[in-house]
């Protein structure tokens, strides 16, 4: 049924149909109207057959969802940002347990500075701890993803996070269609666990490995996400047949035929560049994007089928790895090996700053004349930064970074001298 | 009840001993583990010390736990010394199902599996949780604290051998003063540990009126089960602190730890008692008292308090005076005329 809801409202809905067991909540922004959402559909009776814990950390949470996991019980929770690193002991624990844990994580900067706004940096922080990871581009899309995210996760054994734009998609209101029980019923199975803690057949699960069979252990969790590479396509084509609109999927191109210039990206920021794209083929470019929509596993060979024909790629991410560069453009170049082709990094939309269609523009543009470097900050703010370097070159003293360019940036609002500005006097 | 009426004839060696005690008990007064019928929820072959109380104080806890769930039990465990001498796989000791996630969210992990069960459909499986005084006061306490004010189905066990004994015996908030530690060795001024600092999680466990919690030790096995059966009869969080020797992190002999837990209790250092709903409401009374020294003499993590010739007895009588508060506190006394 259509109805004009908040992001988060359709998700905790989803969440409701797919009949979670126990959901465990702890508040973090942005995702906490998710929580909110299902453990009022629990307290209301809609969601029958369900326990709703509100716990003290989000370590705890994760961990609640481990042990309810490990008895064949349906477990969902949720979380961002700091959360997310919280939790990341329990994150792993649930990858190596092969616990089949849903968990949305609301994309959100990681401090310091703290920093409550959209980018990449949680999720990314741990895009390696055996989850499998889904990236949602719209609403709808994010409250498809977490029904297919049950499906994937219960039949491989294997947690899903699925990763959605924290307040451009969990606090935006748009029409969506949330589907019916029934519907949801046809689709996702009860769940079958491959392994429970059963009294009547009593074994020990979380025993220490040495190195005997460390390395097979962690093979086997490889497999299961190359595994993942076959079953994400097929059961999004299921979502498809059975509600009659796409989702999920290892990655979706829009207009990439004859692209000479392709640009990646996750989540919601590819509304955004389709629009770009368009913009730019209506002035003669030929120009195209990727959606990536399962960043683990990576799908390096369906990307290099896309990309490989094009003369330059560009990755737009939320994220930074500090001393390297783009987390994205490596994953990229690793399904581009053996090809010639640049593949660039635009660092963009870090904690929270818009990406504007003018910025994205301007950039294809500059790749496309090939004077775009490496890697490139979207809408990098030069003068504040030249100052602080020169500020940090005069004076040993120079004090916290975060603050000097707040200040550096609000010159009205400064209200006393700063320290080492006041030694000099 | 007399050796003549006694269930079982007692032999001349036994008599005057405490090992006694068993053979005149009628058959329901046996412990668990005096039944043919346990249940061995921690069976042998495991990679425990000699000495090892907290093999001891589990197999006893757990054997009572299952006797009380009716065979219908399991069990989350901590990282520690008990996760690791009991499963170097494919060999486990573990006769009821077993799980371990990480050292600090033993009693998260329990709470979901209680949950879990319950929806489920089975409700009659009882969850018993499980670490060492690390896992217990020091990583694991928020989310053992979280389960407690929740009131989460669960019976926590802490084996409390007052140190991180599995990574090389270093100082938890668990250990006592004055105790030698790799982390409070004993030097410079004030050698071991420090005074004032640390926790008693039973207090603690109290003070979230949780409907159940109790202090036990190995040197008292009988009591141990009477209050593990207690718990059982109750639902929430019940929260039972074992006190368990530790001879390598403790420099004591392999044979002597039932004797310093026994002293341990004797000198008022350990209190043992029970709590219901946020109030004691039974304490284990002292029949031999015994000055702290014989107690820690025992032990090289407090040698330091005893060179020849360099007594340190402002720190005994330190020590001496946590005992005596504790007597105090939780009325250990024998009354007058008692024998």
């Not at chain 1, 939790?87 to 649930?94: F, I, T």
């Not at chain 1, 635009?346 to 470097?373: K, Q």
């Not at chain 2, 399991?74 to 077993?98: D, K």
């Not at chain 2, 928020?142 to 009131?151: A, I, K, P, V």
Request: aromatic residues 6%; hydrophobic residues 45%; contains cysteine.
């Amino acid at each position: 049924m259509l109805r004009q809801i908040e992001g988060s409202q359709g998700i905790a809905e989803a969440v409701a149909l797919c009949r979670p067991q126990v959901v465990c909540a702890y508040p973090i922004t942005p995702q906490t109207h998710i929580v909110e959402g299902v453990g009022a559909l629990v307290k209301s009776g809609d969601l029958e057959n369900c326990e709703f814990i509100n716990v003290e950390s989000e370590f705890a949470a994760l961990s609640v969802a481990i042990g309810a996991s490990a008895v064949g019980a349906r477990s969902y929770t949720a979380t961002a940002s700091q959360g997310l690193l919280f939790m990341a002991e329990a994150v792993y624990n649930a990858a190596g347990l092969g616990l089949p844990i849903v968990m949305t994580v609301g994309n959100r900067a990681i401090g310091a500075p703290i920093n409550i706004w959209n980018d990449h940096s949680d999720s990314m922080a741990l895009k390696d701890a055996g989850w499998i990871q889904l990236y949602a581009e719209t609403n709808q899309e994010a409250a498809d993803l977490h029904i297919q995210a049950f499906r994937l996760a219960e039949e491989l054994s294997c947690p899903v996070m699925v990763c959605v734009d924290g307040f451009i998609l969990t606090h935006a209101y748009e029409r969506l269609d949330i589907p019916t029980q029934a519907e949801v019923d046809a689709y996702l199975p009860p769940f079958d666990p491959v392994q429970q803690l059963d009294t009547d057949n009593p074994y020990s699960i979380g025993a220490m490995v040495g190195p005997e069979a460390f390395t097979e252990v962690r093979y086997l969790a490889h497999q299961k996400q190359i595994d993942a590479l076959e079953v994400i396509p097929r059961i999004a084509a299921e979502f498809e047949a059975s509600f009659g609109r796409v989702a999920g999927g290892l990655l979706r191109p829009y207009r990439c035929e004859d692209a000479e210039t392709i640009v990646v990206a996750l989540g919601s920021v590819n509304g955004t560049i389709k629009d770009v794209v368009d913009a730019e083929r209506a002035e003669g470019a030929r120009i195209g994007s990727v959606t990536i929509g399962a960043f683990r596993p990576f799908p390096l060979a369906e990307l290099h089928d896309v990309l490989a024909g094009a003369k330059r790629i560009i990755c737009v991410e939320k994220a930074l790895a500090p001393g390297l560069g783009g987390i994205l453009a490596s994953n990229v170049r690793m399904a581009l090996r053996g090809e010639a082709q640049p593949v660039l990094t635009v660092i963009a939309g870090l904690g929270g700053r818009p990406i504007t269609r003018a910025s994205l523009a301007d950039v294809f543009r500059r790749a496309e004349r090939e004077a775009l470097d490496d890697v490139t900050f979207l809408d990098l703010n030069r003068e504040v930064v030249g100052a602080q370097i020169a500020r940090a070159a005069g004076t040993r003293g120079s004090g916290p970074i975060a603050e000097n360019l707040l200040r550096a940036l609000n010159p009205g609002l400064v209200h006393r001298v700063p320290p080492n500005e006041d030694a000099k006097q | 009840m007399t050796e003549d009426t006694a269930p079982q004839k007692i032999k001349f060696y036994q008599t005057g001993t405490h090992t006694v005690g068993n053979r005149l008990m009628d058959e329901d007064g046996r412990t668990v583990q005096a039944s043919m019928g346990r249940s061995n929820a921690i069976t042998s072959g495991h990679r425990a010390c000699q000495g090892c109380g907290e093999a001891l104080g589990a197999r006893y806890a757990l054997d009572a736990a299952m006797r009380a769930a009716g065979g219908k039990l399991m069990a989350v465990n901590a990282t520690g010394c008990l996760e690791v001498f009991t499963t170097p796989y494919p060999e486990t000791s573990w006769q009821i199902p077993w799980l371990h996630s990480l050292f600090g969210n033993a009693p998260a992990v329990a709470t979901g599996v209680a949950a879990g069960l319950r929806m489920r459909g089975k409700p009659e499986v009882r969850v018993v949780a499980q670490g060492g005084d690390g896992g217990t006061t020091d990583i694991g306490f928020g989310c053992l604290s979280g389960m407690f004010e929740r009131n989460d189905d669960v019976l926590y066990v802490c084996y409390d051998n007052e140190a991180y004994m599995n990574t090389g015996v270093q100082r938890s908030s668990a250990t006592p003063p004055a105790a030698r530690t790799a982390t409070t060795p004993a030097l410079g001024d004030a050698p071991g540990n420090v005074f004032g600092t640390g926790k008693f999680m039973p207090k603690i466990a109290m003070a979230h009126n949780i409907p159940y919690v109790a202090t036990a030790s190995v040197a008292h096995l009988h009591d141990l089960e009477a209050k593990v059966a207690r718990a059982m009869e109750f639902r929430g969080s019940r929260y039972i602190h074992i006190f368990v020797p530790c001879p390598l992190g403790w420099g004591s002999a392999s044979e002597a730890t039932i004797r310093i837990a026994r002293l341990a209790v004797e000198s008022g250092l350990f209190p043992l008692f029970e709590a219901e709903h946020g109030e004691v409401v039974a304490s284990g009374k002292i029949r031999n008292r015994v000055p702290v020294d014989e107690y820690l003499r025992l032990q090289r993590r407090f040698a330091h308090l005893f060179r020849k010739g360099a007594e340190d007895r402002d720190t005994i009588a330190a020590i001496q005076r946590m005992a005596d508060a504790n007597i105090a506190r939780y009325g250990l006394e024998l009354p007058e005329g008692t024998i």
